[in-house]
């Protein structure tokens, strides 16, 4: 596709399920991030891949989150045991290989995921 | 202390004036600073970036850094209301990759 494609756009689960995030990147983009964005806040890291590996994970809150990306391409992020405060707009970027220090990130529209 | 601190505003400016928004760092070892516009319900773009002390221009936006004084900013001149919108300043993080750490963004309304 011509841009980072995220889905569900929005999610509504109740406190206590498990969730999944998908991220499908700029094809070709080696590159790919998760960030967070609660309202009123700018994006928060979450985790870093380059290729299939996550090359920094610091981002994440705890061990309830978890993500892969098996291909190096499709990526999917992944909450245990939703709590209230997971509630967020969750952004996946990407960028080509070559420009990893320019800060020029591509996001996708997000997933707002509303835990009840 | 934040990483990066902005005003939240509103900061409301009249068309066709200068808006004037503003970003402090706390580390002073960063390098590399941007600017994201991101509209209500929208992902943010990037539409600046700044290296090095002083001015760079594009087109109606210049990105101002002070490195001594840890302090960015973006200036929009000839302010449209396609300008209204929230703009995120973000600091890079040490390392060979897009670890962005971004303020909070100020809310900028540009009334006609």
Redesign the interface.
């Known amino acids: 596709g011509a841009g980072v494609s995220q889905t569900p756009s929005n999610k509504v689960t109740e406190k206590g399920k498990y969730v999944e995030l998908r991220c499908d990147p700029i094809s070709g983009h080696t590159a790919l991030y998760w960030y967070r964005q609660s309202l009123g806040q700018g994006p928060e890291f979450l985790i870093y891949f380059q290729g299939t590996g996550a090359a920094d994970d610091s981002g994440l809150p705890n061990d309830r989150f978890f993500a892969v990306r098996p291909e190096g391409s499709v990526s999917t992020l992944k909450i245990q045991r939703t709590e209230r405060g997971d509630s967020a707009v969750y952004l996946c970027a990407s960028s080509p290989a070559g420009t990893t220090n320019t800060g020029e990130l591509f996001f996708g529209e997000g997933s707002r995921l509303t835990v009840l | 202390q934040k990483e ?1 601190e902005q005003n ?1 505003g509103p900061l409301s400016v009249p068309e066709g004036a200068i808006a004037s928004l503003n970003c402090t760092y706390s580390d002073r070892g960063s390098q ?3 600017w994201y516009r991101q509209y209500s319900g ?5 539409i600046m ?1 700044i290296y090095s002390n002083g001015d760079k221009e594009d087109g109606r936006f210049t990105a101002q850094l002070n490195k001594a004084s840890q302090y960015v900013s973006l200036l929009i001149r000839d302010s449209q209301p396609s300008d209204s919108a929230t703009y ?1 300043c ?1 600091v ?2 040490p ?11 100020t809310r900028l309304a540009v009334h006609p």
């Open positions: 990066v939240s590399s600073f941007f929208k992902s943010p773009e990037l970036s995120l973000a890079k993080s390392g060979g990759y897009n670890k962005l750490i971004f303020g909070a963004g």
